[in-house]
């Protein structure tokens, strides 16, 4: 069974500082994995997707890399921003039953500070 | 990119009662899913529709607890049935196109 680990639960950086979230997952093979982003009582909003046979993406501040040998991505933000104040979850699909399945991490609280 | 809406967007039931989310997709798809986070928790899958069968319900969830319809490629309902504080949660409805989208989520509070 699939399991996803982000690593830290929760952080608190200054405004403009660059940062790290950090996910792993046990099976390596997986078709792709995805970041989202959800704010406090909403829905999850997509964020980045990188496939199996990728090594990173990016889109403006965001860049996500994904190294399947060692069942990890990471997301990287840069020169953060109190709007960017919001929990980043992770997700690994991989096949299962027919269809592709999402197993989610618990996410990353982030809070920037102004 | 998939835009999908769900009703209602929050509610408040009392224990014994059942509550029928919708989910509304802009456009056609195979499969929608449903999801739900419990508070503090990540998202949990609950069962997969599809339009014209049975849908397939993942381990600890049942059909006579969450009846799924389907009716259409763009529509599916989920009702929370015989509700227990247990179930207060965010129910997502989500579709697979390139990426995986969400729906913006029913925030249900069972007392």
């Known amino acids: 069974k699939q399991e996803v680990t982000q690593i830290p639960a929760a952080l608190s950086v200054p405004e403009g500082e660059n940062l790290v979230l950090n996910c792993s997952f046990t099976d390596s093979a997986i078709y792709n994995l995805q970041w989202f982003r959800q704010d406090p009582g909403k829905g999850l909003t997509s964020l980045l997707l990188i496939q199996s046979s990728q090594r990173e993406q990016t889109s403006g501040r965001l860049n996500a890399s994904l190294d399947k040998s060692s069942g990890r991505s990471t997301l990287y933000i840069a020169a953060s921003q109190p709007g960017d104040s919001a929990t980043y979850l992770c997700a690994a699909s991989y096949s299962g039953a027919g269809s592709y399945q999402l197993t989610f991490g618990k996410g990353t609280k982030l809070s920037v500070i102004p | 990119s998939a835009v999908i809406s769900q009703k209602p967007s929050r509610d408040i039931c009392q224990r014994g009662t059942s509550l029928t989310i919708q989910c509304q997709v802009d456009?056609?798809?195979?499969?929608m899913f449903w999801y739900r986070q419990q508070p503090g928790q990540s998202l949990t899958l609950i069962a997969t529709?599809?339009?014209?069968?049975?849908?397939?319900?993942e381990s600890g969830f049942v059909i006579d607890k969450f009846p799924i319809s389907r009716p259409n490629l763009t529509f599916s309902t989920l009702t929370v049935s015989n509700m227990s504080p247990e179930d207060s949660s965010i129910y997502l409805c989500s579709v697979r196109d390139y990426e995986q989208y969400f729906g913006p989520g029913t925030r249900l509070t069972v007392t």
């Open positions: 529709a599809n339009q014209g069968s049975e849908a397939t319900y």
């Open positions: 456009s056609q798809v195979t499969m």
